[in-house]
């Protein structure tokens, strides 16, 4: 059962934010801890602040032993030997071996898993997902990810990197995105995207109250066009027809019951909730279109946390690991 699942240690490398929480088998978060990566900083020293921030979870949760540790990043990376390629939202973290350091730190078994993928498992698990049996997760943060489940069962692809939703074409010859190719979802929806395009706009001259920020963020955007500001609704609508556009090419290909939303973008709620909702029941095909809901994470900030803590629960059930 799963209230029966050991405490296990959950970290999760974000481009902009490092967590820790320890995450027991009823999927709660204990000791949950949050600094910022400083990713300019380089592997080495990031590494040494999330094995600390680890290790203060232990001590603020009371859980000095846990039974495995979970880490969620995005990647490229390597599941079976826990190595980091090239994420592009860490530049110059190349063949980093974050689980078999990981497993030498805390000395317990370690598993290392793309971060939309541990998302999906945990909202799947814990969160808006359970009781479905089809389901794809999407998280719109400092990039976009993705991950499904088929079946009940996580689908990870032939080389562990399956999922990557956010490399979804929708404008072809569109805007460079992170991963070298032009119009991907990413370079529209993401909260790096959506600010990016915000400055472009000022530094083109356009009138907007952003101008009154010196370098608007992807949250400025969406409450200045909830404050009535024509250009950041220029800039939010754009967004919402990209993610819609996406998921529902998306929803025709899976014909899932329920795609999820998340990531810090989600804050806005309704404001990119409902476009998505409105778009997908006009364009999806009729069969698909009536059967998928789409709805936002119920996990939160916590669900890279829950779902590395997921992830390190279904290692142990293995018996593999990376120490």
């Known amino acids: 059962m799963e209230h029966d699942r050991p405490p296990v240690l959950s970290l999760d490398i974000g481009g902009t934010k490092l967590a820790a929480g320890v995450v027991t088998g009823d999927g709660r978060i204990h000791g949950w801890q949050v600094t910022p990566t400083l990713r300019e900083e380089g592997p080495l020293p990031v590494l040494a602040r999330l094995f600390d921030l680890g290790r203060k979870s232990l001590a603020e949760a009371g859980r000095p032993e ?4 979970g880490i969620s990043c995005g ?35 370690t598993a290392l898993e ?11 698990r814990y969160g808006a997902g359970l009781g479905t049996a089809t389901m794809l997760y999407l998280t719109i943060s400092t990039g976009v990810g993705g991950g499904s489940v088929i079946g009940g069962r996580l689908h990870r692809g ?19 995105c992170s991963c070298g190719r032009l119009g991907c979802l990413e370079a529209y929806a993401s909260g790096t995207a959506i600010a990016q395009r915000a400055r ?7 009138a907007s109250s952003l101008s009154a920020i ?19 609704a220029e800039v939010w609508n754009e967004t919402t027809w990209a993610l819609g556009s996406a998921i529902t090419d998306l929803v025709n290909a899976f014909e899932p019951e329920l795609v999820v939303l998340g990531g810090g973008v989600t804050r806005s709620g309704a404001w990119l909730l409902d476009p998505v909702r409105v ?5 999806a095909m009729p069969p698909a279109a009536r059967t998928a809901r789409i709805e936002l994470s119920r996990l939160g900030a916590g669900v890279g946390v829950v779902g590395a803590g997921a992830v390190a629960h279904d290692l142990l059930a293995s018996g593999k690991s990376h120490a």
């Open 66 to 69: 846990v039974a495995a540790v």
């Open 75 to 109: 990647g490229p990376l390597d599941t079976a030997t826990g190595v980091l390629e090239c994420p592009p939202h860490l530049p110059g973290w190349i063949d980093v071996p974050v689980g078999p350091m990981a497993a030498r730190e805390f000395g317990v078994p």
């Open 114 to 124: 793309n971060d939309a993928t541990a998302a999906t498992l945990g909202e799947f």
């Open 158 to 176: 032939a080389a562990g990197n399956g999922g990557e939703l956010g490399h979804v074409m929708v404008r072809p010859g569109g805007r460079r």
């Open 200 to 206: 472009e706009a000022l530094a083109a001259g356009r």
């Open 214 to 232: 010196e370098l608007p963020t992807a949250e400025d955007v969406f409450h200045a066009t909830d404050a009535g500001d024509a250009l950041a």
């Open 279 to 283: 778009a997908v029941a006009r364009d």
